[in-house]
């Protein structure tokens, strides 16, 4: 089992900042990757950026350039810097450990960011 915890949500106006913080525990030997999802009111969930365990990353084209997702290894947590916040980036952010050696995906709860225009 991996246990995932998300923090650094909150109300931001546009164009400012957030840095969303997921600290795993428990099976963390397991994961292959970890990411960032969110889901607005009404959207489904999407992908939003996305690090596997050599380092490599992904993002969803209307974030490029704006979020970055990193990790660090000591702390077993990962992180996502959001600049340049946009009131379409409102939603819940779910942080998400994908383990193939387990066949399982986990999940936090979500933090909810708000970004006002």
């Known amino acids: 089992q991996v246990r995932l915890v998300e923090s650094g949500g909150g109300l931001v106006q546009a164009g400012g900042s957030l840095r969303l913080s997921c600290a795993a525990s428990g099976s963390i030997w397991s994961i292959n990757a970890m990411g960032w999802y969110r889901q607005a009111p009404g959207k489904q969930r999407e992908l939003v950026a996305v690090?596997?365990?050599?380092?490599?990353?992904n993002y969803v084209d209307s974030v490029k350039g704006r979020f970055t997702i990193s990790s660090s290894n000591a702390k077993n947590t990962v992180y996502l810097q959001m600049n340049s916040l946009k009131p379409e980036d409102t939603a819940v952010y779910y942080c998400n450990a994908e383990s193939t050696k387990l066949n399982q995906n986990y999940w936090g709860r979500g933090t909810q960011v708000t970004v006002s225009s």
């Open positions: 690090i596997a365990s050599g380092g490599s990353t």
